[in-house]
């Protein structure tokens, strides 16, 4: 049965602030059923409180996970499948620049398991429900960083010399060639498969990292757009029918534009694919 549109399911990861709370927020106010993916229970609710103070009527859900953790992100997409047999719209919003070297639960540097591999093997867990909308859609937020990115498949996710901007960059650079992959894998199917720019944005993203980041993004901040001019792409790519039919491409904002030469090899996105996979223990489900 179709859903008329003001009832599309659309998850936001890292929706507890900046982007993806001001997305969560847009969304909600187009009459969509807004489901928030956060790490910070606290957090969470306040934007779900923040939200509904600003669209009263607001149909929104929190779900809670931490996104470098692979368990989780298994548990969290369970609890979605369970509660939404279709969902319309994944966008996979939480990203973080660690400002020294972390590892996750699973050993992996904690910038490419929350950027990479949760969003990986997220949408690969609710391809299913994502297949079964009418014409869904995943959106990948990435970043023109990805232009400064290299992968290298002896040490992904495992650097030899750690670097939070380098592997900030490595991160989003994966989010490209996943989304290029995907879009290739479900090619004759109604699902599309884009990834985005946002701009630079006034947030708190990068206020967890070292001392030189947080300066950067504050001193910044008169230069940076708002987030909710920062959610404008993510909003365009989940509600136009302009982009209905387009998979496998990149926006800047609302534009279409072109990644890197780099990142348009497919024979890296494959291998990059299967190392996921691996990584993630998706090969395995």
């Given at each position: 049965?179709?859903?008329?549109?003001?009832?599309?399911?659309?998850?936001?990861?890292?929706?507890?602030?900046?982007?993806?709370?001001?997305?969560?927020?847009?969304?909600?106010?187009e009459g969509m059923q807004v489901v928030l993916i956060c790490?910070?229970?606290?957090?969470?609710?306040?934007?779900?409180?923040?939200?509904?103070?600003?669209?009263?009527?607001?149909?929104?859900?929190?779900?809670?996970?931490?996104?470098?953790?692979?368990?989780?992100?298994?548990?969290?997409?369970?609890?979605?499948?369970?509660?939404?047999?279709?969902?319309?719209?994944?966008?996979?919003?939480?990203?973080?620049?660690?400002?020294?070297?972390?590892?996750?639960?699973?050993?992996?540097?904690?910038?490419?398991?929350?950027?990479?591999?949760?969003?990986?093997?997220?949408?690969?867990?609710?391809?299913?429900?994502?297949?079964?909308?009418?014409?869904?859609?995943?959106?990948?937020?990435?970043?023109?960083?990805?232009?400064?990115?290299?992968?290298?498949?002896?040490?992904?996710?495992?650097?030899?010399?750690?670097?939070?901007?380098?592997?900030?960059?490595?991160?989003?650079?994966?989010?490209?060639?996943?989304?290029?992959?995907?879009?290739?894998?479900?090619?004759?199917?109604?699902?599309?498969?884009?990834?985005?720019?946002?701009?630079?944005?006034?947030?708190?993203?990068?206020?967890?990292?070292?001392?030189?980041?947080?300066?950067?993004?504050?001193?910044?901040?008169?230069?940076?757009?708002?987030?909710?001019?920062?959610?404008?792409?993510?909003?365009?790519?989940?509600?136009?029918?302009?982009?209905?039919?387009?998979?496998?491409?990149?926006?800047?904002?609302?534009?279409?534009?072109?990644?890197?030469?780099?990142?348009?090899?497919?024979?890296?996105?494959?291998?990059?694919?299967?190392?996921?996979?691996?990584?993630?223990?998706?090969?395995?489900?």
């Amino acid at each position: 049965m179709n859903k008329p549109p003001q009832n599309k399911v659309i998850v936001i990861t890292g929706a507890s602030s900046g982007i993806g709370k001001a997305t969560a927020e847009a969304l909600a106010q187009e009459g969509m059923q807004v489901v928030l993916i956060c790490r910070n229970e606290a957090k969470g609710k306040k934007a779900l409180e923040d939200i509904k103070r600003k669209v009263p009527g607001a149909n929104l859900s929190l779900h809670l996970a931490d996104l470098s953790s692979m368990q989780e992100v298994r548990k969290l997409a369970s609890e979605l499948q369970e509660a939404f047999p279709v969902i319309d719209v994944l966008i996979n919003n939480a990203g973080l620049i660690p400002g020294h070297l972390e590892l996750s639960e699973e050993g992996y540097e904690i910038g490419w398991a929350t950027n990479h591999l949760a969003p990986f093997l997220l949408t690969n867990l609710l391809i299913d429900q994502l297949l079964a909308a009418e014409q869904g859609r995943v959106i990948n937020v990435t970043s023109e960083a990805h232009r400064l990115g290299q992968i290298d498949f002896s040490h992904a996710g495992l650097p030899e010399q750690y670097s939070a901007l380098t592997s900030y960059a490595d991160s989003k650079l994966a989010n490209v060639f996943f989304t290029y992959e995907l879009a290739r894998r479900t090619e004759f199917t109604n699902l599309t498969v884009n990834c985005l720019h946002p701009g630079v944005v006034a947030s708190n993203f990068g206020q967890n990292s070292n001392f030189f980041i947080r300066n950067f993004f504050r001193l910044g901040r008169l230069f940076m757009k708002s987030p909710a001019a920062g959610a404008q792409g993510s909003v365009h790519l989940a509600t136009s029918p302009y982009v209905s039919k387009l998979s496998g491409k990149y926006f800047k904002g609302k534009q279409l534009s072109n990644s890197s030469k780099d990142s348009q090899n497919a024979h890296v996105a494959r291998r990059l694919w299967d190392i996921s996979a691996e990584q993630t223990g998706f090969e395995l489900s």
